[in-house]
């Protein structure tokens, strides 16, 4: 017993001692967690240079797109045919991937040998071969009557310009049966889709075998290579080039330096050489033979198996590695090698490989660290939660490998929290995956293209719009079809814009919507004309908008007394001007007779009404100031009187927000139901009735009636309902929630929060289509929604919502070309400027609404040249502006 102690302390002290003359004599492939993280940041570097377009031609990682735009969902279903062509075998397997209850795989496969003379001979041979093998595989299989869709795993560099370019080019032309080649995939990425098939948070593949390489998904923005910047696409990274432009010159030894002269590709591949299963033992091998001429292992002796290239495998490396086992592997592997090793020179040769082994695994985990990283920058996240899928016999057989693999990572990565996830079926399950996501994207792309089909109007359907505009609005104007119209065009009794001389102080109130605003307006004419403007906001409870008539016009009171007493003009007999955004019959400007309630409000015993008889009665219940109102103003008219006391050519008035309306100055002897036929008036089109006829029906779709159907307003309202701020979010829900029931969105999960009508709102729309980091925007509005969204999700989404808006914008060019027509032809001209004044949220916000409206405006009307001028101050000081050009027509009848 005292022996073996004995024994066992001295093995013990010669292990630590001769481990510390290794540690010493190997310190250059030693690295601190400073080097790693250099190594990391230079890695970050060639990432960039190789998604650049002007820096990719001398980039060495090649970052290669490889048109694999999505990982698996779980919803793929189908039978599949997945080729694989990575070496001497080549394997074909059938996949069958369904999921009645629960998404299942089952595959079948065979192995094909390709013989040496087709490996080295022509292009055209080997697809030849790879031809007739899926021929006989598909006849086994008894499948050769059926088109079949199928997956190339091909592993060697290859550029691609489209998912299935490279194998229908070779095999199409050789085939005698029919399949549907739809892609083509290195292993790297077939290890990725393989895993991301069990873990949809898989977004990195990596193979650390014979070779080494990587895959992930990267932003579309960032790929200047591939056209587009809305989604992800894979990119294979080949980093096996790594350092092939002497970027790691200062980490590579005189070893690394010795196998790459006597590869078959000398400077090239150079972090592959450093790092991969194909070269690891050679680079064991190399060491051992220095340290044996300098007399530091084997006594110093060298036999001719030791100095032949190759005697000494990566396999041999992952034994000797072994902890139980591992010195007696060394003894028997040093032994068939012609050394008769001792106990000292086992542990020496152990520790090498351990050295060898880890450098390998610091640098891979550095590499995978700078794709993790960048990955986490990418998603704006404060902590990036990933899986990476690993495939390749190195990290599957090697027994410490892994693990020191995970361990750097964590270090060098802290911020990141990775699951690694071993690829069980092979890159070639990948590939029938990728096959499978393609055909679904590609099928799941035609029915949403379908789907959408119907809001994208052309030119031809835009004119008729136009035409059907005009044949509504001279039926709004004819005595006899103005009871009958839908488009009222109401006269407004407003029959001049400002001239400048207007003067004094008045009140404007301007109500719309659930923010009621009271405004003091200080006009002064002369040499420098000037408007000085003080203004209060109220909230409209809902309470009080679907309450009574009585309740509304008190609360309207009370905040007009609350600014009163704010600006200390209580005692003041001002005259004033009334902004009323809703349908509303004028017989004079200071009658306002509410024809309907828009826009949520269903305040009772006010519609058929006079509204200024209302406010009138609602101040004299106060009893507290009086008033002089002179004008009741839509809020469309008022936004026209705005511009055109800025710009004298404005004639028409545009309102494109919560609802929708436009105004204009119509010649007095087209307005029938007003008498007499001089001058211009103008009149208040309530457009957002176009429709309700029936005539808009070609061009509704099932959620335009959705929408319809659960309005407060069933059947009224229906052009405002397809172009107006209120209703495109609800539009986009109904949207979503067909799309989630078909299951193209969010994995079929419908939340109980999309279910909520109104929920979406149209804000939502101006923000998602905002800018190239829209995509984030998206994710993070859908989880609000409580929607865990993938980044296909959003694509889908922001598609939805522009599809949407631009139809929205194109209708309303549409209304505003018949307008601008018709006041062009009333005039005689062959050619006309024109400004239209324009208010409203989806106008100013919208990044695309005002741009596609214009150009609609442009195309549908080109003898009209329309200037749109935004309405800085709002409606309420067109109704001051409207009072004092009352006021002042007033004067000069008395």
């Known amino acids: 017993m005292i022996a073996a102690q004995l024994l066992a302390y001295y093995f013990t002290e010669l292990k630590d001692d001769k481990v510390k003359k290794i540690d010493k004599y190997l310190y250059a492939m030693r690295f601190s967690d400073e080097t790693l993280m250099d190594i990391m940041k230079r890695f970050r570097r060639e990432l960039g240079n190789?998604?650049?377009?002007?820096?990719?031609?001398?980039?060495?990682?090649?970052?290669?797109?490889?048109?694999?735009?999505?990982?698996?969902?779980?919803?793929?279903?189908?039978?599949?045919i997945a080729l694989d062509l990575g070496g001497s075998a080549f394997r074909i397997l059938r996949v069958k991937v369904s999921h009645e209850k629960k998404q299942t795989v089952q595959m079948e496969s065979q192995i094909y040998d390709t013989p040496e003379d087709i490996i080295h001979g022509s292009g055209t041979r080997l697809f030849d071969h790879v031809a007739e093998c899926l021929g006989d595989f598909m006849e086994k299989q008894n499948i050769k009557d059926k088109k079949l869709s199928v997956g190339f795993t091909f592993s060697f560099p290859c550029a691609q310009t489209k998912l299935n370019e490279f194998s229908h080019k070779q095999i199409c032309c050789t085939m005698d049966y029919d399949a549907d080649i739809m892609a083509v995939v290195n292993d790297t990425?077939?290890?990725?889709?393989?895993?991301?098939?069990?873990?949809?948070?898989?977004?990195?593949g990596i193979i650390i075998g014979t070779g080494t390489n990587a895959c992930y998904m990267e932003e579309l923005r960032h790929i200047d290579l591939v056209e587009g910047d809305e989604g992800r696409m894979c990119i294979n990274t080949e980093w096996g080039a790594f350092g092939d432009n002497g970027m790691l010159e200062d980490i590579r030894t005189e070893f690394d330096r010795e196998i790459d002269r006597g590869s078959l590709n000398p400077g090239k591949q150079?972090?592959?050489k450093m790092v991969s299963g194909m070269y690891m033992g050679e680079l064991v091998r190399l060491i051992l033979v220095k340290m044996a001429k300098e007399g530091f292992l084997f006594e110093g002796r060298i036999t001719p198996e030791l100095l032949t290239k190759g005697k000494f495998e990566t396999k041999h490396v992952s034994s000797i590695e072994k902890n139980k086992e591992g010195l007696a592997k060394a003894k028997d592997i040093l032994g068939r090698l012609g050394v008769e090793p001792s106990a000292d020179d086992c542990v020496a040769v152990q520790h090498v490989c351990t050295i060898v082994s880890h450098r390998s695994a610091n640098l891979l985990a550095a590499t995978l660290g700078g794709i993790l990283s960048r990955l986490k920058d990418n998603k704006g996240n404060p902590r990036l939660r990933t899986t990476v899928g690993i495939d390749g016999s190195l990290y599957k057989m090697h027994p410490q490998y892994a693990r020191r693999l995970h361990k750097t990572v964590r270090r060098l990565v802290p911020e990141s929290d990775v699951r690694f996830l071993l690829s069980e079926s092979g890159s070639s399950k990948g590939a029938a995956m990728v096959t499978a996501v393609a055909y679904r994207l590609a099928d799941q792309r035609r029915q949403i293209t379908e789907t959408l089909a119907e809001f994208r109007l052309t030119s031809d359907?835009?004119?008729?719009?136009?035409?059907?505009m005009r044949t509504e609005i001279q039926n709004g104007l004819g005595k006899k079809t103005h009871d009958s119209a839908t488009i009222k065009m109401w006269p407004t009794y407003v029959l001049s814009?400002?001239?400048?001389?207007?003067?004094?102080?008045?009140?404007?109130?301007?109500?719309?919507?659930?923010?009621?605003?009271v405004l003091l307006v200080k006009i002064r004419s002369g040499k420098r004309r000037t408007v000085e403007m003080h203004n209060k906001i109220y909230a409209i409870p809902m309470e009080v908008m679907q309450g009574t008539g009585e309740e509304l016009f008190d609360h309207i009171v009370q905040c007009i007394s609350d600014f009163l007493d704010y600006m200390g003009m209580k005692n003041t007999r001002l005259p004033l001007g009334f902004t009323f955004s809703f349908p509303c019959r004028q017989t004079s400007l200071d009658v306002g007779i509410l024809v309907t309630w828009t826009k949520g409000f269903k305040a009772t015993d006010c519609e058929g009404e006079?509204?200024?008889?209302?406010?009138?009665?609602?101040i004299k219940r106060r009893e507290e100031f009086d008033l002089d109102v002179v004008a009741v103003v839509n809020d469309t008219v008022g936004t026209m009187m705005t511009c055109a006391y800025e710009e004298p050519t404005c004639e028409v008035g545009l309102i494109a927000g919560t609802g929708s309306n436009a105004c204009y100055m119509e010649e007095m002897r087209n307005i029938e139901v007003v008498e007499g036929d001089v001058g211009r008036m103008c009149v208040n089109m309530e457009w957002g009735a176009f429709g309700d006829n029936g005539c808009l029906d070609d061009i509704r779709t099932e959620y335009d009636r959705a929408v319809d159907d659960f309005s407060l307003n069933l059947g009224k309202q229906r052009y405002e309902k397809m172009c107006s701020g209120m209703y495109l979010g609800e539009i986009v829900r109904n949207i979503l929630i067909d799309l989630t029931k078909r299951g193209f969105l969010f994995r079929g999960q419908i939340s109980e929060t999309l279910k909520t009508r109104g929920i979406f709102e149209t804000k939502f729309l101006s923000q998602i289509e905002s800018d190239?980091?829209?995509?984030?925007?998206?994710?993070?509005?859908?989880?609000?929604?409580?929607?865990d969204s993938t980044c296909d999700d959003s694509i889908i989404v922001k598609e939805v919502c522009g599809t949407v808006s631009r139809r929205a914008a194109q209708l309303c060019g549409a209304g505003m070309a018949a307008v601008v027509d018709k006041?062009?032809?009333?005039?005689?001209?062959?050619?006309?400027?024109?400004?239209?004044?324009?208010?409203?949220?989806?106008?100013?916000?919208?990044?695309?609404?005002?741009?596609?409206?214009?150009?609609t405006v442009k195309e549908l009307a080109p003898k009209c040249n329309v200037n749109f001028l935004l309405s800085e101050d709002g409606s309420g000081k067109g109704a001051a502006l409207i009072t004092a050009v009352g006021c002042r027509m007033r004067e000069q009848k008395s």
């Open 50 to 80: 190789g998604l650049g377009r002007d820096t990719n031609p001398t980039a060495t990682v090649k970052m290669l797109p490889t048109f694999v735009r999505s990982i698996p969902d779980g919803s793929e279903k189908g039978d599949f």
């Open 189 to 204: 990425v077939g290890t990725m889709m393989t895993c991301g098939f069990d873990d949809q948070r898989c977004e990195v």
């Open 270 to 272: 150079l972090f592959e």
């Open 461 to 468: 359907q835009l004119l008729e719009v136009k035409k059907r």
């Open 497 to 517: 814009t400002p001239d400048g001389s207007e003067n004094g102080d008045f009140l404007a109130l301007d109500l719309g919507g659930t923010n009621f605003r």
């Open 610 to 618: 006079d509204v200024v008889g209302l406010l009138r009665e609602g």
């Open 772 to 787: 190239r980091l829209a995509l984030l925007q998206v994710r993070s509005i859908l989880q609000q929604l409580g929607l």
């Open 823 to 855: 006041i062009r032809e009333n005039r005689g001209l062959n050619q006309m400027d024109i400004t239209v004044g324009v208010d409203g949220t989806l106008y100013k916000l919208h990044p695309h609404f005002s741009g596609i409206m214009h150009q």
